[in-house]
């Protein structure tokens, strides 16, 4: 086992100083400086309604089977949380 | 012929990438398919070696993970990190080098797999050589999307950009630190350090080499198909930062019942249940901005399929904390719970938004789709087929976890999963189907003559 804990350990550390590299080129670029203008980057090319028009929300079948989905997750996440409680 | 094998027309790679992953998704599936066959009714299937549970499965699985999420995924983002960097892709010829001996490399996991060449670990059952072939594969791959941020005419990052590059050095150093590529008779270690590396990889393949592509192409997608902007870009970043710290030690949580040390199962559920972070930083971001422009999601295909993606994404990553608790896992540890867990992550997650962004990249890449109603045919026949899959394996799980806990033998149990698995199988067809109509439709979508220059910032991204 401790040759695992000698590979954790490199594995920690090198990926911890690969992380600070990262955090300090960024910071030295100014990655972190304009934060709102980078929100947009994807849609620069768009007609200019980003933000602007709200068009109605529109209830079809895609969307309640989305919503089926999302319930069905939470009860089957609760009934498999009964089981376990039920086994104490 | 030069050009025809290694064209330097902008977009070319992508869309061949894209051809690729509807191919191997179809392969994949079939052999997903084949597998249930054998769970149903395993006299069905003829008396030979690769059509045995034990070498379907892990051709389902290898050919699923690397030919189809990772093939679409290189085509999305030999796409998006252009896109956003205002520039164009670095070596357009190199990165049409990289689809074909993909491909070889591809091909190579089902020769070698059902053959019975294998390494026996889960997720990393192909040869030493193969693991090579993808690394060069991903460290190519890394290359491009590297001298291409290095020529990039917007400074400032896009969240995309991030979760792609990082993940491709995740890639490369999870695999190469799980595959043990420095062992090549076994490809692996040994005793529980092996089981140790093995899972830290096996669960950072969903982690930290499906995530972090799948979140960018989201991230990139979602905003851009509503035509709104991210909710705050900085909780974007927060979040990336999040999966770093969060993700990479949660793999031990596979193995809370085996002799490991009391101090790494206790920081791999910590992490687990720590990720609803990241996660929600994620979702938040991406569902605060359209709950009122659901309508543009629901008009493109696309779009939708990433979007239900994400939906799959907060299911798994619900059910994900609560099962790295040793008591839910008494339960559901063994069980085919854990199956159906992992197939809305890899598929529900990592595929759907893998699919949604070949349908929504296409058109940007000079292509009108095919046939928007085969797309959307496709898109609920796989809809509902994983919700059965879902469904139907996981009571298959909470039946086993509860019988085996009452003292039931397996023998005894077995016929009471008949029927879950016969709904598998019909899920499966269905899944089938649609990977299909999936292929057909970005085949006939690509074979054809070019339709259309896309938007303007294909435009800009194409003529730079």
Same mark, same amino acid.
């Given at each position: 086992?401790?040759?695992?804990?000698?590979?954790?350990?490199?594995?920690?550390?090198?990926?911890?100083?690969?992380? +600070?590299?990262?955090?300090?080129? #960024?910071?030295?670029? !100014?990655?972190?400086?304009?934060?709102?203008?980078?929100? =947009?980057?994807? *849609? +620069?090319?768009?007609?200019?309604? #980003?933000?602007?028009? !709200?068009?109605?929300?529109?209830?079809?079948?895609?969307? =309640?089977?989305? *919503?089926?989905?999302?319930?069905?997750?939470?009860?089957?996440?609760?009934?498999?949380?009964?089981?376990?409680?039920?086994?104490? | 012929?030069?050009?025809?094998?290694?064209?330097?027309?902008?977009?070319?790679?992508?869309?061949?990438?894209?051809?690729?992953?509807?191919?191997?998704?179809?392969?994949?599936?079939?052999?997903?398919?084949?597998?249930?066959?054998?769970?149903?009714?395993?006299?069905?299937?003829?008396?030979?070696?690769?059509?045995?549970?034990?070498?379907?499965?892990?051709?389902?699985?290898?050919?699923?993970?690397?030919?189809?999420?990772?093939?679409?995924?290189?085509?999305?983002?030999?796409?998006?990190?252009?896109?956003?960097?205002?520039?164009?892709?670095?070596?357009?010829?190199?990165?049409?080098?990289?689809?074909?001996?993909?491909?070889?490399?591809?091909?190579?996991?089902?020769?070698?797999?059902?053959?019975?060449?294998?390494?026996?670990?889960?997720?990393?059952?192909?040869?030493?050589?193969?693991?090579?072939?993808?690394?060069?594969?991903?460290?190519?791959?890394?290359?491009?999307?590297?001298?291409?941020?290095?020529?990039?005419?917007?400074?400032?990052?896009?969240?995309?950009?991030?979760?792609?590059?990082?993940?491709?050095?995740?890639?490369?150093?999870?695999?190469?630190?799980?595959?043990?590529?420095?062992?090549?008779?076994?490809?692996?270690?040994?005793?529980?350090?092996?089981?140790?590396?093995?899972?830290?990889?096996?669960?950072?393949?969903?982690?930290?080499?499906?995530?972090?592509?799948?979140?960018?192409?989201?991230?990139?997608?979602?905003?851009?198909?509503?035509?709104?902007?991210?909710?705050?870009?900085?909780?974007?970043?927060?979040?990336?930062?999040?999966?770093?710290?969060?993700?990479?030690?949660?793999?031990?949580?596979?193995?809370?019942?085996?002799?490991?040390?009391?101090?790494?199962?206790?920081?791999?559920?910590?992490?687990?249940?720590?990720?609803?972070?990241?996660?929600?930083?994620?979702?938040?971001?991406?569902?605060?901005?359209?709950?009122?422009?659901?309508?543009?999601?629901?008009?493109?295909?696309?779009?939708?399929?990433?979007?239900?993606?994400?939906?799959?994404?907060?299911?798994?990553?619900?059910?994900?904390?609560?099962?790295?608790?040793?008591?839910?896992?008494?339960?559901?540890?063994?069980?085919?719970?854990?199956?159906?867990?992992?197939?809305?992550?890899?598929?529900?997650?990592?595929?759907?938004?893998?699919?949604?962004?070949?349908?929504?990249?296409?058109?940007?890449?000079?292509?009108?789709?095919?046939?928007?109603?085969?797309?959307?045919?496709?898109?609920?026949?796989?809809?509902?087929?994983?919700?059965?899959?879902?469904?139907?394996?996981?009571?298959?799980?909470?039946?086993?976890?509860?019988?085996?806990?009452?003292?039931?033998?397996?023998?005894?149990?077995?016929?009471?999963?008949?029927?879950?698995?016969?709904?598998?199988?019909?899920?499966?067809?269905?899944?089938?189907?649609?990977?299909?109509?999936?292929?057909?439709?970005?085949?006939?979508?690509?074979?054809?003559?070019?339709?259309?220059?896309?938007?303007?910032?294909?435009?800009?991204?194409?003529?730079?």
């Amino acid at each position: 086992m401790n040759q695992f804990v000698h590979l954790w350990l490199i594995f920690l550390s090198t990926g911890s100083a690969m992380a +600070v590299f990262a955090v300090v080129w #960024a910071i030295r670029r !100014r990655q972190f400086d304009d934060q709102d203008r980078a929100r =947009y980057l994807p *849609l +620069v090319d768009l007609p200019g309604d #980003a933000g602007g028009d !709200r068009p109605p929300i529109r209830r079809g079948a895609s969307l =309640y089977a989305l *919503l089926g989905i999302l319930a069905m997750g939470l009860v089957v996440l609760a009934v498999t949380l009964t089981v376990v409680l039920r086994h104490g | 012929m030069i050009d025809f094998l290694f064209p330097d027309e902008p977009g070319s790679a992508s869309r061949r990438f894209f051809m690729t992953a509807s191919f191997w998704l179809l392969v994949g599936l079939t052999f997903g398919l084949l597998g249930a066959i054998v769970m149903i009714a395993p006299d069905l299937m003829p008396a030979l070696a690769p059509f045995s549970f034990g070498r379907l499965r892990p051709t389902h699985i290898n050919v699923l993970i690397f030919g189809f999420l990772l093939s679409a995924y290189f085509g999305g983002l030999l796409y998006v990190v252009p896109a956003v960097c205002r520039t164009r892709l670095s070596y357009e010829r190199l990165a049409n080098f990289a689809v074909w001996y993909w491909n070889v490399v591809l091909l190579s996991i089902p020769a070698a797999l059902l053959h019975g060449w294998t390494q026996g670990r889960e997720y990393a059952e192909m040869p030493w050589i193969v693991d090579i072939g993808i690394l060069v594969a991903v460290a190519v791959l890394a290359f491009l999307v590297f001298t291409t941020i290095a020529r990039r005419k917007e400074n400032l990052l896009y969240v995309s950009v991030w979760y792609i590059a990082g993940g491709l050095i995740w890639t490369f150093f999870v695999f190469a630190v799980g595959n043990v590529v420095w062992n090549p008779p076994t490809g692996s270690w040994f005793g529980m350090n092996d089981q140790i590396l093995m899972w830290f990889y096996g669960h950072n393949v969903v982690g930290l080499v499906v995530t972090p592509q799948a979140i960018a192409l989201a991230y990139f997608i979602i905003p851009r198909a509503t035509r709104t902007p991210l909710y705050s870009h900085a909780l974007s970043l927060f979040g990336f930062w999040a999966l770093i710290v969060m993700y990479t030690h949660t793999g031990t949580h596979h193995l809370l019942q085996a002799p490991v040390p009391q101090w790494l199962k206790v920081i791999s559920i910590v992490n687990s249940i720590a990720l609803i972070i990241p996660v929600f930083a994620f979702l938040t971001n991406v569902w605060l901005p359209i709950k009122d422009r659901f309508g543009r999601i629901y008009d493109d295909v696309g779009a939708k399929m990433v979007f239900t993606g994400t939906v799959w994404y907060f299911i798994t990553c619900l059910q994900g904390p609560f099962h790295s608790l040793p008591s839910v896992q008494r339960v559901t540890h063994f069980t085919q719970w854990v199956v159906a867990h992992a197939h809305i992550a890899l598929f529900g997650f990592g595929g759907f938004i893998a699919m949604g962004a070949i349908y929504f990249l296409l058109p940007l890449l000079g292509r009108e789709i095919y046939s928007k109603r085969l797309a959307n045919m496709q898109y609920w026949l796989m809809l509902v087929g994983l919700t059965g899959l879902f469904l139907s394996l996981t009571f298959a799980g909470l039946i086993q976890g509860e019988g085996w806990l009452n003292g039931e033998v397996v023998y005894r149990l077995l016929p009471e999963l008949q029927r879950y698995f016969l709904v598998r199988g019909i899920s499966g067809v269905l899944l089938v189907i649609g990977g299909g109509l999936f292929i057909f439709n970005v085949w006939m979508t690509l074979l054809r003559k070019k339709s259309g220059a896309g938007p303007a910032l294909t435009k800009e991204v194409v003529t730079a």
